[in-house]
């Protein structure tokens, strides 16, 4: 007999991420421009890994505060300050191993076993496969897509309220198609939110990443200090740190213990000197940041167009995150077209399929990258498209 047998049902049932299928599948090609990550190709910046090298050599390898060393946690309540207008306690800190680790612990904090989320889709996958790895029931409403744009209906999330949701998860900027709550949007679902009883748990990991000016509408303009409100959110964008694995939520001052006792029993703790890199990044980054965001903006003008003149993409430039989120005529299996294009065209995609209900038939490229590579890789796949 087989150990599977063994297992749990929500650990035999846990999907394969679509996003890794692909990678897998082109991972060893020579020459291939990898675009399906939902990262940049930069490294760490040296000032953030010096500090942390420095705080390693120093001896900085103990165990630490769970909820995270309050240098850190200060240093985010400032950038709250000067970036949200929000000047929040230490206290609504709590520093996470990964953004993700962030979700989960907001996930367990809200649901039982049983209960329901509501979440937005197309989404990254994450969210759903963790949810329903805790117990949970991942209730899927999708946006709305309509000459070329994205928008969301208030009135399809209030239908999909039942007895057993506890949350709405809402990521904005979203991950994968670029769409971005307006200030009436949040206002709109922190209402539902409010009259249901809900909590709400904010991605906001994009909000940087916002191509009208400044950053991104967030909770945080429309909400009250006694709202239902856990925010999530990661160093990994902003300041190129996807392999660090640090991440925070900004919850009620209230739920500080309770947070903690969930770091406790997951991992203990993020390393001290890979915090004492995360202080810097808060407190030297902003240079940095500005400067993705700039790229970004150019390369997701030199992506977008280059696909829109080939006549067979169904797309428009996202107002937010790093990534465009693209329909090609005749191509109704994105699983097949993205390793069909690994395979034919040399560029790394991540099929639709993904990202669940809305995205089946669309596909995700990252374009943070070198605008040389980004605009080879756009030139590769319009005359793939256009073979078709």
């Known amino acids: 007999m087989s150990p599977v047998t063994h297992l749990s049902r929500r650990a035999i049932e846990a999907p394969e991420s679509g996003i890794v299928a692909v990678i897998n599948h082109g991972?060893?090609?020579p020459g291939l421009i990898p675009l399906w990550a939902g990262e940049g190709d930069l490294a760490t910046p040296d000032f953030i890994t010096r500090?942390?090298?420095?705080?390693?050599?120093?001896?900085?390898?103990?165990y630490t505060w769970q909820r995270g060393i309050p240098e850190l946690r200060q240093a985010l309540s400032d950038y709250y300050a000067r970036h949200f207008d929000r000047r929040l306690p230490i206290d609504a800190f709590c520093v996470t191993a990964s953004g993700m680790q962030a979700i989960k612990i907001a996930i367990e904090a809200v649901t039982d076993p049983g209960d329901e989320i509501i979440e937005i889709t197309p989404a990254w996958p994450n969210l759903a496969a963790a949810l329903a790895m805790s117990g949970g029931v991942p209730v899927s409403v999708p946006l709305d897509h309509g000459a070329g744009r994205w928008t969301i209906d208030p009135d399809r999330i209030a239908a999909?309220?039942?007895?057993?949701?506890?949350?709405?998860?809402?990521n904005s900027p979203s991950n994968p198609t670029g769409w971005t709550a307006t200030r009436e949007d949040?206002?709109?679902?922190?209402?539902?939110?409010?009259?249901?009883?809900?909590?709400?748990?904010?991605?906001?990991?994009?909000?940087?990443?916002?191509?009208?000016?400044?950053r991104a509408p967030s909770f945080l303009d429309v909400s009250e200090d006694d709202d239902l409100i856990l925010y999530v959110n990661?160093?990994?964008?902003?300041?190129?740190?996807?392999?660090?694995r640090v991440g925070w939520i900004v919850a009620p001052p209230q739920l500080a213990q309770v947070l903690e006792n969930s770091v406790q029993y997951q991992t203990s703790g993020v390393a001290q000197f890979m915090q004492k890199g995360a202080v810097a990044a808060l407190e030297q980054g902003e240079a940095f940041v500005e400067a993705?965001?700039?790229?970004?903006?150019?390369?997701?003008?030199?992506?977008?167009?280059?696909?829109?003149?080939?006549?067979?993409?169904?797309m428009s430039k996202p107002d937010g995150a790093f990534y465009a989120f693209f329909r090609v005529d005749g191509i109704t299996d994105s699983m097949a077209a993205a390793?069909?294009?690994?395979?034919?065209?040399d560029v790394g995609?991540?099929?639709?399929?993904?990202?669940?209900?809305?995205?089946?038939?669309?596909?995700?490229?990252?374009?943070?990258?070198?605008l040389d590579q980004v605009e080879e890789a756009a030139a590769r796949l319009a005359r793939h498209i256009s073979a078709l």
């Not at 500090?51 to 103990?62: Q, V």
């Not at 679902?189 to 400044?214: N, T």
């Not at 990661?234 to 660090?244: D, E, H, I, P």
């Open 27 to 29: 991972r060893l090609k």
């Open 186 to 214: 949040l206002a709109a679902i922190l209402d539902l939110a409010r009259r249901h009883g809900l909590w709400i748990i904010a991605d906001e990991i994009y909000s940087r990443f916002y191509y009208k000016g400044g």
């Open 234 to 244: 990661s160093f990994s964008k902003n300041w190129a740190m996807t392999g660090w």
């Open 339 to 345: 390793k069909a294009i690994v395979d034919g065209a």
């Open 292 to 314: 993705q965001v700039r790229q970004a903006t150019a390369a997701r003008d030199l992506f977008c167009d280059a696909l829109a003149a080939t006549n067979r993409v169904v």
């Open 349 to 370: 995609l991540a099929p639709g399929t993904a990202f669940g209900k809305g995205g089946e038939l669309f596909l995700r490229a990252c374009f943070l990258r070198r």
């Open 51 to 62: 500090a942390a090298s420095e705080a390693l050599l120093a001896g900085e390898t103990f």
């Open 160 to 170: 999909a309220i039942t007895p057993r949701t506890r949350a709405i998860f809402l």
